[in-house]
């Protein structure tokens, strides 16, 4: 456990008393979502990205990604999903335990949608329109 990591602090049992865990991961709300329900993926213990997890928190993940797309659809009905990791400084990644967001995509929340991740650098993210 990291002291400095909001992760690794004890979360509120009333926000995550409904979503799915297992013993090595969890999932709980983001608390900065970019739309409603967004969740995080995060494994139990401290470990800086998905690369320094073991094959069986890599597995525990994966596990949780499906489960909670199946919470969101009880409780959201979104029309689809963007899922991601950032690992490293030069990723984005701003929170140094790894965590995977499932963030649902509901039809009309963006005017073009198309390109998805690949916007994380937008001069190459439209590779439909020949730039």
Not at 19 to 34: C, E, K, M, Q, Y
Not at 39 to 63: K, S
Not at 64 to 72: D, N, S, T, V
Not at 120 to 127: G, H, M, Q, R
Request: aromatic residues 8%; glycine residues 10%.
């Amino acid at each position: 456990m990291e002291h400095d990591c909001p992760f690794c602090a004890v979360s509120e049992a009333s926000e995550q008393g409904s979503l799915p865990s297992n013993t090595l991961a969890h999932i709980r709300l983001d608390g900065f979502p970019v739309s409603k329900g967004h969740l995080l993926i995060v494994p139990n213990r401290h470990a800086a990205d998905w690369f320094d997890l073991t094959a069986a928190e890599q597995q525990a993940v994966m596990e949780l990604i499906e489960q909670g797309k199946q919470w969101l659809e009880a409780h959201y009905q979104p029309d689809g999903y963007n899922i991601g990791m950032n690992c490293g400084a030069a990723a984005g990644q701003t929170v140094l335990h790894m965590h995977c967001h499932l963030i649902p995509r509901y039809a009309g929340d963006q005017q073009d949608p198309r390109g998805g991740v690949r916007w994380v650098i937008p001069e190459k993210a439209d590779y439909w329109s020949g730039r």
